[in-house]
C-alpha cells in the first residue's frame, strides 16, 4: 500500500451513520437508560478503495456537528490528523443551544462547544487512524508508538437496576433486578464467571449513601481484596462525601466523583486518604490547572471521545505523569468500535494503574462482525491492522433502521426523560442531592 503512494490515502467519501442500540434499565442519578441509545458510526473511504471506521457519541447535537465536517473531509488525506482537527474548527460551526458556560449538572461533564466538537472528532481520528493503518499492515497502536503491553484489563461496571424497563418495553435481558447489596453481589458474581473480571466499579448516586456503603461492604466481603470503587456522578455535598470517604478509606482504591465540580472535589480531597478519581470535573485541558493545582482529583478517567481521540489522550497521560495524577479510563454506552480505539490506546499508554471500565458486557448489539470477548478481565490488545475490527453492514444497517424508525424520542438520550416513564413526577435531582 505504501507504494500505491500518498494519493492512494486521499479521502474519497465519508459516511455518516447513526444508529440506535438496545440498552438495559440501568440506574444512575439522573434516572434511567433509555431502552435505546444513539451512537454514530463514521466511516472513510480512501481513492484507492480502502476504508477505515470510527465511533461516537450520536445524539443530535453531535450529528449536527459531524455533518459538514464529513462534507469538507474529501481530498484531505487520512494521515493528516492535525489538518482535520483544524479542519472541523473551521467548518463544523456552534452546537446549537451550548455555550462556554459552565454546566457541571450533566453526567459527562462540562458541555462547552470545543469539547463537544472533539468528541465528534474523535470518532473522524480513529476512522482515519484505521485507514491509514490497513493501508500499512498495521495496528493502530503502532500509529501511537507501539504498545507496550498485550492485554488491557477492564473492570466489571455495576448499576442498580431494573428487570425490566418500565412500561415492559423492548429490549429484555435475563439479568433481573439489582436494588440492594445482595443484587449488586449477585450482579458482580455473573460478571466474574462470565468475564472474569476481578475489579468492580459501581454506579452510585442512586440510593442514599448509606445503601451504598452497604452494598460496597457487601461487595468487599463477596471479593475479598478487590479493588472496588464508587461513582455516584457527583450527587453528593462535600460534607455526605466527606463521610462517605472515611467509611470507605481502605475498602475502595478510589471514590469517583463523589461531588460536583472542581471546587468541591478539592475540599473533599483535601481531608486525604481517599483518591478521587473523575470523569467530570477534568474532562478537557482547560479544567486540569485548577483541578492539579487544588489537588481535587488524583485519577483522571479519561473518555478518549471527550478528550478529543487516541493521540490527545496520549497527551493527556504526558500531563498526568507531569503532576502525579493516575489516569485511567471511563465509557460510557458503545459499541465495539469506540472499544476496540480505547484498548488501541490503552495499550500505549505507560502508567496505565487502574483497569479501564466498559459498559460493554451491558450491550448485546454490535455493529463488528466479531464481538471483542474478555478473559480473565483483560482484552488482548489486537495486532490486525488498523483497530482489528471490521465492519457489519447487516447490523449497521438494521441499527440505522432503527434510528430511521425513531420518532426522535430517543436520538438524544435522557435517562430523566427515560425514568418519567416510571414516574411521571421525576425530575433531574438537583445536586448535592444528597
Ligand atoms: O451510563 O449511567 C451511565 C454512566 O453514568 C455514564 O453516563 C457515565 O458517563 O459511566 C460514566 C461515568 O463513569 O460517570
Ligand atoms: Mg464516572
Redesign the pocket.
Known amino acids: 500500500a505504501a507504494a500505491a503512494g500518498a494519493s492512494a490515502l486521499t479521502i474519497a467519501e465519508v459516511r455518516l451513520t447513526p444508529v440506535l442500540i438496545s440498552d438495559p434499565p ?1 440506574l ?1 442519578t439522573q434516572g434511567v ?1 433509555q431502552p435505546y441509545t444513539p451512537r454514530l458510526i463514521v466511516e472513510v473511504v480512501t481513492a484507492d478503495g480502502g476504508s477505515g471506521v470510527g465511533e461516537t457519541y450520536g445524539d443530535t447535537r453531535y450529528l449536527d456537528l459531524a455533518r459538514p465536517l464529513a462534507a469538507a473531509l474529501p481530498g484531505t488525506s487520512v494521515m493528516d490528523l492535525n489538518g482535520l482537527f483544524a479542519l472541523a474548527e473551521t467548518v463544523c460551526g456552534e452546537p446549537d443551544g451550548v455555550s462556554d458556560s459552565v454546566d457541571v449538572g450533566g ?2 461533564g462540562v458541555q462547552t462547544a470545543d469539547k463537544l466538537r472533539l468528541s465528534v472528532v474523535s470518532g473522524f481520528e480513529a476512522a482515519c487512524l484505521d485507514a491509514l493503518g490497513k493501508a500499512l499492515g498495521v495496528p493502530v497502536h503502532t500509529l501511537l508508538g507501539g504498545k507496550v503491553r498485550d492485554r488491557v484489563e477492564y473492570s466489571a461496571y455495576l448499576f442498580y437496576r431494573w428487570a425490566e424497563h418500565p412500561a415492559g418495553e423492548t429490549p429484555k435481558d435475563d439479568w433481573g433486578a439489582a436494588l440492594d447489596p445482595e443484587g449488586i453481589v449477585a450482579q458482580a458474581r455473573r460478571f466474574a464467571r462470565d468475564f472474569g473480571f476481578t475489579s468492580f466499579k459501581l ?1 452510585g448516586g442512586v440510593f442514599p449513601p448509606d445503601e451504598e456503603i452497604a452494598a460496597v461492604r457487601a461487595l468487599a466481603e463477596a471479593f475479598p481484596g478487590r479493588p472496588l470503587r464508587l ?1 455516584p ?1 457527583g450527587a453528593w455535598s462535600v460534607e455526605t462525601s466527606r463521610s462517605v470517604a472515611a467509611q470507605l478509606t481502605g475498602v475502595l482504591e478510589y471514590l ?2 463523589p461531588a460536583s465540580g472542581t471546587a468541591r472535589m478539592a475540599r473533599v480531597a483535601a481531608d486525604g486518604g481517599m483518591p478521587l478519581a473523575t ?2 470535573c477534568v474532562t478537557t485541558f482547560a479544567e486540569i490547572p485548577e483541578a492539579f493545582r487544588t489537588g481535587a482529583v488524583q485519577v483522571v478517567l479519561c473518555d478518549h471521545h471527550y478528550w478529543g481521540g487516541l493521540r490527545r489522550t496520549r497527551e493527556l497521560a504526558a500531563v498526568c505523569r507531569t503532576f502525579g495524577v493516575s489516569l485511567s479510563m ?4 458503545h459499541l465495539g468500535i469506540s472499544l476496540a480505539a480505547m484498548t488501541q490506546v490503552a495499550a500505549t499508554v505507560p502508567d496505565l494503574a487502574y483497569a479501564c471500565d466498559s ?1 460493554y458486557p451491558w450491550q448485546t448489539e454490535d455493529v463488528i462482525t466479531s464481538r471483542h470477548a474478555f478473559q480473565d478481565g483483560h482484552l488482548t490488545v489486537s495486532d490486525a491492522p488498523g483497530l482489528g475490527v471490521e465492519l457489519d453492514r447487516t447490523a449497521l444497517q438494521s441499527l440505522h433502521q432503527r434510528w430511521l424508525d425513531d420518532d426522535g424520542a430517543m436520538r438524544d438520550r435522557d435517562d430523566t426523560a427515560a425514568m418519567r416513564v416510571a414516574d411521571p413526577n421525576w425530575a433531574t435531582p438537583t445536586v448535592p442531592r444528597w
Open positions: 440501568l444512575n437508560h453526567l459527562r454506579k461513582d456522578n469517583e466523583d470523569n467530570m471511563h465509557s460510557n454506552t459498559h
